[in-house]
């Protein structure tokens, strides 16, 4: 299922990240029973249509969980895109009967690859994170001229002959002399030791990410409400709300009064009745 799914779906950002940001947040989000019987038609019809909706629906949060991890100096693209791989290998597993959510399963699939994508390439990012860094890279093995560290002599060659400082070449053998570290502690390591594991930090647990997700959700519909109930009020109803509630420098009644001509006391009936308006509106 999966590589047939993947070979139907366009997951890999092309043409611009902020445009497949923007088209992956423009569509919609399944309610639960919507999502439950999408599920149950993939695993017990293997229906790819089903699968592909439950994908698609999803890539958003995929985006969200990508962007926590590009303090590591790799192509957003790529994480996403190795996050959509673990969308859909979540979508294969995922079984409705359990009573989750799709999302709440999915977090540590989406993870898992992007924590493989991060780890395949962390090393090679931390030896050359720049133009002249990689050159040096490539470089300084056919600069060496025996085994163990340079003499002093020898940094200065190797720095005269690449056009780098002395302090550039001493920081790039000590970089390509560093030992990987493991990502899980191993089986002697005790609890007390100080030396932790990118296992232990590479995830920030401190926060919720399906929460935050379904929170951002929540205020942006509720922003999107609010702004087509207040499109159905008149020009000056808009005025006295937004003066009163949605700008930053917030309008007393009596400055809208003496704008309007009339008491505040008017004024506090127009808010009144517009605040009623928009709260049929919004319940609708």
Same mark, same amino acid.
């Given at each position: 299922?999966? /590589?047939?799914?993947?070979?139907?779906? *366009?997951?890999?950002?092309?043409?611009?990240?902020?445009?497949?940001?923007?088209?992956?947040?423009?569509?919609?989000?399944? %309610?639960?029973?919507?999502?439950? +019987?999408?599920?149950?038609?993939?695993? *017990?019809?293997?229906?790819?249509?089903?699968?592909?909706?439950?994908?698609? %629906?999803?890539?958003?949060? $995929? $985006?969200?969980?990508?962007?926590?991890?590009?303090?590591?100096? #790799?192509?957003?693209?790529?994480?996403?895109?190795?996050?959509?791989?673990?969308?859909?290998?979540? @979508? =294969?597993?995922?079984?409705? %009967?359990?009573?989750?959510?799709? @999302? +709440?399963?999915?977090?540590? !699939?989406?993870?898992?690859?992007i924590h493989e994508y991060v780890l395949r390439n962390w090393r090679?990012?931390? @030896?050359? /994170?720049?133009?002249?860094?990689?050159?040096?890279?490539?470089?300084?093995?056919?600069?060496?001229?025996?085994?163990? !560290?340079?003499?002093?002599?020898?940094?200065?060659?190797?720095?005269?002959?690449?056009?780098?400082?002395?302090?550039? $070449?001493?920081?790039?053998?000590?970089?390509?002399?560093?030992?990987?570290?493991?990502?899980?502690?191993? %089986?002697?390591?005790?609890?007390?030791?100080?030396?932790?594991?990118?296992?232990?930090?590479?995830?920030?647990? &401190?926060?919720?990410?399906?929460?935050?997700?379904?929170?951002?959700? !929540?205020?942006?519909?509720?922003?999107?409400? #609010? &702004?087509?109930?207040?499109?159905?009020?008149?020009?000056?109803?808009q005025h006295i709300i937004s003066s009163r509630w949605i700008d930053?420098?917030?309008? /007393? #009644?009596?400055?809208?009064?003496?704008?309007?001509?009339? &008491?505040?006391?008017?004024?506090?009936? #127009?808010?009144?009745?517009?605040?009623? =308006?928009?709260?049929?509106?919004?319940?609708?």
């Open positions: 299922m999966g /590589t047939q799914l993947q070979q139907q779906m *366009t997951l890999v950002p092309h043409g611009g990240l902020d445009g497949y940001i923007q088209g992956v947040n423009r569509i919609p989000v399944l %309610s639960a029973p919507e999502e439950k +019987s999408l599920a149950e038609r993939l695993q *017990t019809e293997g229906d790819l249509e089903a699968a592909r909706q439950l994908v698609m %629906s999803h890539l958003r949060f $995929v $985006v969200h969980i990508a962007k926590g991890y590009s303090g590591y100096g #790799l192509p957003q693209a790529d994480l996403i895109q190795e996050g959509n791989i673990g969308l859909m290998k979540a @979508v =294969k597993r995922f079984d409705p %009967s359990v009573g989750v959510r799709l @999302v +709440s399963f999915a977090v540590h !699939w989406i993870k898992a690859e090679m990012v931390k @030896v050359a /994170t720049t133009k002249a860094q990689r050159k040096l890279f490539f470089n300084l093995r056919k600069a060496k001229k025996r085994l163990g !560290w340079f003499n002093q002599d020898e940094i200065e060659q190797v720095a005269s002959d690449l056009g780098v400082s002395p302090h550039e $070449v001493v920081e790039m053998e000590s970089r390509m002399s560093a030992h990987d570290q493991a990502f899980d502690l191993s %089986s002697d390591d005790d609890e007390g030791n100080s030396n932790f594991a990118p296992a232990l930090y590479l995830e920030d647990k &401190s926060s919720d990410v399906a929460l935050q997700h379904e929170q951002s959700d !929540w205020e942006r519909n509720a922003s999107q409400q #609010l &702004s087509r109930a207040m499109s159905g009020l008149d020009e000056r109803s930053e420098q917030k309008a /007393t #009644l009596q400055e809208l009064a003496d704008h309007y001509g009339v &008491s505040a006391e008017r004024v506090r009936q #127009l808010e009144k009745n517009a605040m009623k =308006k928009l709260k049929l509106a919004m319940a609708a």
